[in-house]
């Protein structure tokens, strides 16, 4: 038997049948031919409630790839102070939502630079080359480009699931070039933003956050008394994980957000009028999240069993382990008639796909579960629906569902 | 550095700007707005006649998971004996193809199973479970279903990069229960079409594989024996590999097939009677396919040296080294302007998506690449546009191009 991670605090004290928004499991796939993913704004909106408890003075904004799913983004727009994109489609997705946009990502096209200038976003640079290309485009366009400077900074997020900062790297200018490009920005008539400096993500250790956030704070300062420019905003990045995998304990962001509170109360002179901001995806909508499919099989092989869903890891690739995790480990889920049930038997939980890749719980103990049962896979509401290879082996895509207000 | 893959030998040999079906790189990409898949139907026919040379007695299916590209699917129509598809999905793509179709893989829906009970193709049956929803939904049809029945063998294919069988699997019913359940096939009057066997993919070890093949004959026969049936298909798999990575050599079918054909003219009395097919995806496909994707910006960090593409694993995941492999390895790839130019420089090759796990290319020695050029990035013919998270971060899909003719 093998470890499964926790279920998420929202749904771990249910009992019998899971309900998710106030509906059960079975009731949303009734909606639907085939697994859905559901996504619960209640549960989102508690997590920015909690961020704001946490962080008064700080500045929120969602980084849409996570869950660029459009009713979520609508409810998102009342609910945090910008959005963050990294593509031109993903730009078109939020730009009538009435929310500050910035857009980062490397390898920006003409295009994309373009749609944003055209639009008024904040354009996080990733190097120099794209710092000329922005604003050859802003000058043809005849607009006034705002320009933010993406770092690459000279400190790493600790324990952090993947490092975007201490060593090379294809996001963001390395710190000791960064002065010299703001004076050149700030020259060329640009209105130029700030700093964004994203150190890593999906990290659950506190200090390594307050310790990342402390620093980053100091390379702000320095970068821009270097630069001899105050800079309006600098974004923080984000960083904060969740609880996967066994053994994970969920980030104490209470704690990450009164050491802020005095590191922004004690900051150098030169940010005494900068805002600052959290850049947060996977915080925010992985919880808020759960995919659901049905158990097609139930067979027994060389004493083991299987169930094998109608769904697998061409709707939610990163429960199967093929996502950016090296060693296979289980995602939290349950059979959605049975949460709190007692487990009799360890079984592997599959999909339908037509290879050893598909599996979605690796020797789990469940309670009972059968041809026609709905089971759950927790931790679904970021990087699920649209980081899956959905066209692959011809089956359909999972719908994706959000109850439009908490009665429905 | 860090060493690459090989260039498959139909453009290893090219010097100057890569051509592809007779048109240069730029000439392809020209055609659409973004990144492509281009296929060679010249290269997918020249891998089907040497494997007509080396099997003159076998049946060729292809496995459509591989790459179901429309017009590849009608190309390789006039080249195999059948297809094999893994969903309702894949088997809509094929049925009016005019070649016999097989379908195999766990969790089949009774839509699924309806459909291909419709359409009159072979069911390879994955468990018992599945026999009787067959078994039923072809009474209600008033249709005699044509089953076979895929056996989760006692042998592995060693070396293969991905093991099939020879332990407890999702694939298959155990050796040891198939005669029964052949027996109450017949009895309940399907037409018994015989046994699938598949111990393995990606497999280089042409030892491997004739060991892996005889003991398939040897269980088919056994299996058959104790079934009292003579199996009229015995499909043995493919698991035949491509050299992706440094070090990998090609696979000597040739050797593969002369073993084969003796063990054929060997076989047991039972198996007299019998057809033999293999069925293959990637080895069919893999190397037809390059993917071109163009250089966005060229970026210095840290002393590397990054050059940043318009396309990544939204389109070509495998590369990225996150579907299937534990450790990243590079993948061949070229500037298409410099084939055959030496190498100058160290550079990492990424993608545009805002995630370190979007690298295509870590550190290896290239022709200098500048913004504009075009980045081949071969083995893209299989596995690639289907098996790749297409709408991640918002970028558009890639387009897939196929000569409708050797001429154009």
């Known amino acids: 038997m093998k470890p499964m991670g926790p279920i998420p605090p929202e749904y771990a004290g249910q009992r019998g ?3 998710i928004a106030g509906r059960t499991a079975p009731d949303w796939l009734a909606q639907r031919d085939g697994p859905v993913f559901v996504y619960d704004p209640a549960i989102v909106a508690a997590r920015v409630a909690r961020f704001r408890a946490a962080f008064p003075a700080i500045d929120l904004h969602y980084a849409i790839k996570a869950n660029p799913f459009p009713p979520l983004l609508a409810a998102m727009a009342e609910l945090v102070d910008g959005f963050d994109v990294a593509s031109a489609g993903e730009l078109a997705k939020v730009e009538r939502l009435g929310r500050p946009v910035s857009f980062a990502g490397p ?11 055209t639009a008024g976003v904040t354009i996080n640079l990733e190097s120099e080359g794209e710092a000329t290309r922005a604003l ?24 952090s699931g993947m490092k975007m900062g201490g060593r090379p790297s294809p996001f963001g200018i390395d710190a000791v070039r960064v002065p010299a490009l703001v004076r050149h920005l700030v020259a060329a008539g640009a209105d130029w933003r700030g700093f964004h400096i994203y150190a890593g993500s999906q990290a659950l250790d506190p200090q390594a956050i307050i310790d990342t956030q402390a620093a980053t704070i100091a390379l702000a300062a320095r970068l821009a008394e270097e630069a001899g420019q105050a800079p309006p905003l600098v974004n923080l990045g984000g960083g904060f994980g969740v609880p996967y995998f066994a053994g994970d ?20 002179a ?10 947060l995806g996977r915080w925010l909508v992985a919880e808020a999240g759960v995919y659901l499919a049905r158990v097609v099989d139930r067979k027994e092989s060389g004493g083991e069993t299987f169930l094998i869903l ?12 093929n996502f950016g995790t090296v060693v296979r480990r289980n995602y939290p889920l349950a059979l959605a008639h049975a949460m709190g049930g007692e487990a009799t038997e360890t079984v592997s939980v599959v999909g339908p796909l037509c290879t050893p890749l598909d599996r979605l ?23 699920g629906a649209t980081a899956s290879p959905c066209a692959f082996l ?10 439009r207000d908490h009665s429905d």
């Open 17 to 19: 049948m899971l309900t």
């Open 107 to 117: 390898g920006k096209r003409d295009a994309e630079l373009s749609a944003a200038l």
């Open 361 to 383: 719980g690796d020797r789990i103990a469940l309670p009972r579960g059968d041809v026609g049962d709905v089971v759950a896979i927790f931790l679904a509401g970021a990087y």
């Open 310 to 321: 109608d769904g697998g890891l061409n709707h939610q690739l990163a429960a199967s382990g």
């Open 249 to 268: 304990t969920a980030l104490d962001i209470e704690r990450v957000g009164a050491a802020l509170e005095t590191a922004v109360a004690a900051r150098p």
């Open 136 to 159: 050859a485009i802003a000058e043809r366009l005849g607009v006034r480009p705002r320009l933010a400077v993406r770092v690459n900074p000279d400190v790493e997020l600790r324990g």
């Open 270 to 279: 030169i940010l005494r009028d900068s805002r600052f901001a959290i850049e």
């Open 394 to 403: 011809g089956h359909a895509p999972a719908a994706e569902l959000l109850p």
